[in-house]
């Protein structure tokens, strides 16, 4: 199969043009936002029939996705989330685990949809929602009373839980941004 992706125009829609001085130059915006960032970007943007209106700010605002992510490592890190022996689906008995994980089979459903359909534009959008505000913005914020509490089973099971999950957001983001998830799979030691 053959993808064929529309044409990458300025942020107003022009052709890019050196004549017009209009042209993005994609190596300096991958050394100043990086490559996942752009690529993220694209992909998101790519939608069927239609051009891509590329400007700066918004590989900016994905790169802010990017830390997002990486924010979310450290804080699991921090709380000392195991990611070691979370091969496993996990059986939440917490109303926000089970939240969170019906939310991850529904995301990776659509994914795995979009990417047969080639529509890459649907699954990075459906894969951003899922983790900065599903996960990022709601769960772990939500997790962070029940990490901070006594509760020593509650604690073990949002654990498991959020490792878990953050575990299967970074398989699913690989293909869209490699380089970032293989950095952070390398830093758990998820081998």
Same mark, same amino acid.
């Given at each position: 199969?053959?993808?064929?992706?529309?044409?990458?125009?300025?942020?107003?829609?022009?052709?890019?043009?050196?004549?017009?001085?209009?042209?993005?130059?994609?190596?300096?915006?991958?050394?100043?936002? %990086?490559?996942?960032?752009?690529?993220?970007?694209?992909?998101?943007?790519? %939608?069927?029939?239609?051009?891509?209106?590329?400007?700066?700010?918004?590989?900016?605002?994905?790169?802010?996705?990017?830390?997002? &992510?990486?924010?979310?490592?450290?804080?699991?890190?921090?709380?000392?989330?195991?990611?070691?022996?979370?091969?496993?689906?996990?059986?939440?008995?917490?109303?926000?685990?089970?939240?969170?994980? %019906?939310?991850?089979?529904?995301?990776?459903?659509?994914?795995?949809?979009?990417?047969?359909?080639?529509? !890459?534009?649907?699954?990075?959008?459906?894969?951003?929602?899922?983790?900065?505000?599903?996960?990022?913005?709601?769960?772990?914020?939500? %997790?962070?009373?029940? &990490?901070?509490?006594?509760?020593?089973?509650?604690?073990?099971?949002?654990?498991?839980?959020?490792?878990?999950?953050?575990?299967?957001?970074?398989?699913?983001?690989?293909?869209?941004?490699? !380089?970032?998830?293989?950095?952070?799979?390398?830093?758990?030691?998820?081998?």
């Amino acid at each position: 199969d053959i993808y064929v992706h529309a044409l990458v125009r300025d942020e107003k829609g022009q052709k890019m043009s050196k004549s017009k001085g209009n042209v993005i130059d994609p190596l300096e915006l991958i050394e100043k936002y %990086s490559a996942d960032a752009l690529r993220f970007t694209l992909l998101s943007m790519a %939608s069927p029939g239609r051009d891509v209106k590329l400007s700066e700010d918004r590989v900016k605002g994905y790169r802010n996705f990017l830390n997002k &992510l990486w924010n979310a490592n450290n804080f699991l890190i921090h709380n000392k989330c195991n990611f070691k022996n979370i091969n496993k689906d996990p059986k939440p008995k917490i109303n926000i685990n089970k939240w969170i994980y %019906s939310e991850l089979i529904e995301t990776k459903k659509i994914v795995e949809k979009s990417i047969k359909k080639y529509r !890459f534009d649907e699954a990075s959008k459906t894969i951003y929602q899922f983790v900065w505000h599903s996960y990022c913005d709601w769960y772990l914020e939500l %997790s962070k009373t029940i &990490l901070y509490s006594d509760n020593k089973k509650e604690i073990k099971e949002i654990k498991e839980t959020s490792s878990y999950v953050f575990k299967e957001i970074l398989v699913l983001l690989h293909p869209f941004i490699p !380089f970032i998830t293989e950095e952070i799979w390398l830093k758990n030691k998820l081998d």
